[in-house]
């Protein structure tokens, strides 16, 4: 089970999506700590959008993931960007 905290700043938008998060983490324990990273989506009809974080293990062994989403939006302006910072708790269960 992990547990997120975490805190960003974004453009005016609002969306629903799903996605595919891919990482060269090998155990979810890796997924641990802070996690530095940004994104952006685009509405062109479905909102289509990506999310980078990067953050070190406990080895200190750079750990990155990446979430390809789509959905959709309802926003002002076709495009956002964010940035984020988020702190993960990772408990066996």
């Known amino acids: 089970m992990t547990k997120t905290v ?20 090998r155990k979810p324990d890796q997924l641990a700590g802070w996690f530095y990273g940004g994104g952006a989506s685009v509405d062109i009809g479905p909102s289509v959008g990506d999310d980078l974080v990067v953050g070190k293990d406990s080895c200190g062994e750079t750990i990155w993931t990446n979430d ?26």
């Open 6 to 25: 975490g805190v960003g700043v974004s453009s005016p938008t609002a969306s629903l999506s799903a996605g595919l998060v891919f990482s060269n983490a």
């Open 68 to 93: 390809l989403h789509v959905g959709v939006g309802i926003d002002g302006i076709p495009a956002e960007g964010h940035l984020n910072a988020t702190y993960t708790q990772v408990e066996k269960w």
